[in-house]
């Protein structure tokens, strides 16, 4: 089967000096190729050197043709010294792809006449004419350094622009509505077309008639045969259910083959509940999970803004990513047992109030679970259409206790007034026993107490979050800010109240 990063971007990255035409044009030039070999050198990063050194409009626009014919999707902007402010800012506005802007350090106290470059101050008049003319852009945390500086700085833009790619060019595809009572996994379009986002929404009907077309597919035994490579023999079950998994399985892919049209990227939001387990026979769990281990999330419940979280996931880590409820307390039974006293990285000791635990049904990929990771069945359907009985349709969850990891839960998401917000919040997964069902594990965020009160529930979040399995909390901040998304909150310590917060 296809593996991941199929349907995630491929950063193919430029870069172009500028030079202020009172300024010494080599110094520039000089220093751009010290920052191209520092990207090779330290992050094996390679970086288009256009030849192209833009000191006026013209320039800049033979510059954009030069890295546009040299296949480049993304675009490092470098201020080797002061800078032309118009022309820099016309690369931006006129090439496709994101675009990064940096600066560089002067060198030595011996070059303070005619190496001074001014950059520092070049970049200042830069931003401005970027927010003069309403131009998004990337400007890393600190953008003045030296060629080893910036090449870091190059390499933290890297995963930004790939979901800015993603984004661009994504199709979230929809079956079904909402189930009853999940307000909240349902939102407004109109904020997917402004980030420039396509969307297919479909009934649950469109579904069930291609699954039935792919009956006797003569692709179902080899997918088959890779669910139970995957699940090995402690984690399959339930063997006569793979049939009926994999031709689901292949019913999606080629929906997205088929479907995708203009779009090179595509995800799902789908309904898996409550006709779909007695109508197709089973739970789209571990079909689902397969999909996200390949780059392809599909948000339970039709949760488009989840996918799309998902998706930016993936492009960032290029690994697989998960959609969780935010769904328990921690016992305190638990807590004091087993994770009372422990320490975060950096030394704050969490209390139960920081805990939680994150589950669903079985979509976490069976690479981000613990071992004993297995398809099972799902309890609360099973009580609800099988009366709790023998399990037949309600199997095809994939459960288990989710893997300890750094992770970083996050959002981005609509409002009714089809306004973007998000949150981040860094944190992990512990290694304790859930002692309970379905996909799911033990977090422990800093401060999630308080970040629980004031950002999810204030600010009207839904109890979905996406899961990266890493700490990505300042790409996915550079990402919004690129995005233009203002409201983006994060788990903050006590010394930092949130707006509204009690003081008391």
């Not at 079956?175 to 402004?194: S, T, V």
């Amino acid at each position: 089967m296809a593996r991941f990063s199929t349907n995630i971007p491929e950063v193919k990255l430029g870069i172009v000096a500028v030079s202020r035409d009172c300024f010494i044009v080599d110094l520039s030039e000089r220093r751009r190729a010290a920052v191209v070999e520092a990207c090779r050198a330290q992050h094996g990063i390679e970086l288009f050197e256009a030849r192209t050194t833009v000191e006026n409009e013209l320039d800049a626009l033979a510059a954009v043709r030069e890295v546009t014919d040299a296949g480049c999707n993304a675009l490092v902007v470098f201020l080797g010294n002061f800078g032309p402010e118009t022309p820099e800012t016309l690369i931006a506005e006129q090439f496709a792809g994101p675009v990064m802007y940096a600066a560089a350090a002067e060198e030595s106290a011996d070059s303070l006449i005619d190496g001074r470059g001014d950059a520092y101050c070049g970049m200042l008049n830069c931003s401005y004419n970027l927010g003069l003319r309403n131009i998004p852009a990337h400007i890393p945390a600190f953008p003045v350094g030296t060629a080893d500086q910036v090449a870091d700085m190059v390499a933290e833009f890297v995963p930004v622009a790939r979901a800015v790619l993603g984004l661009d060019g994504l199709k979230v595809i929809t079956f079904g509505p909402r189930p009853q009572d999940f307000f909240a996994c349902n939102a407004p379009i109109q904020a997917l077309y402004d980030l420039g986002v396509e969307i297919q929404e479909n009934s649950e009907l469109d579904l069930l008639v291609s699954y039935r077309a792919h009956a006797g597919d003569a692709r179902i035994d080899a997918v088959c045969a890779d669910m139970a490579a995957e699940l090995g023999a402690d984690g399959n079950n339930y063997p006569d259910l793979l049939p009926r998994m994999a031709q689901f399985e292949l019913t999606l892919c080629d929906w997205a083959e088929a479907n995708r049209g203009a779009r090179d990227y595509v995800v799902f939001a789908n309904k898996c509940w409550p006709a779909f387990p007695t109508e197709f026979g089973f739970e789209p769990c571990y079909v689902n999970s397969r999909l996200a281990s390949r780059g392809i999330p599909v948000g339970c419940e039709v949760d488009i803004y989840g996918a799309l979280s998902e998706y930016i996931g993936a492009c960032i880590t290029q690994d697989a990513v998960t959609m969780l409820d935010i769904n328990n307390s921690v016992p305190g039974d638990l807590f004091a047992a087993g994770i009372a006293g422990r320490c975060d990285r950096g030394g704050y000791q969490y209390v139960p109030s920081d805990t939680f635990m994150g589950f669903h049904c079985g979509n976490t990929p069976f690479c981000k679970l613990a071992k004993g990771a297995a398809v099972k069945y799902q309890l609360i359907q099973n009580r609800l259409i099988e009366n709790g009985g023998t399990p037949d349709v309600t199997r095809g969850t994939l459960e288990g206790d989710i893997a300890e990891s750094p992770v970083t839960f996050f959002r981005l998401h609509s409002n009714a007034d089809t306004s973007l917000q998000a949150y981040v919040a860094q944190g992990e997964v512990l290694p304790n026993p859930t002692n309970s069902f379905g996909g799911i594990g033990i977090f422990a965020i800093p401060h999630m107490g308080r970040f629980y009160r004031n950002v999810l529930l204030r600010k009207h979040f839904p109890h979905h979050g996406a899961v990266a399995f890493e700490h990505i909390g300042r790409s996915l901040y550079a990402l919004f800010e690129y995005l233009g998304v203002d409201d983006v909150e994060y788990n903050r310590p006590e010394s930092l109240p949130y707006p509204g917060e009690s003081p008391y």
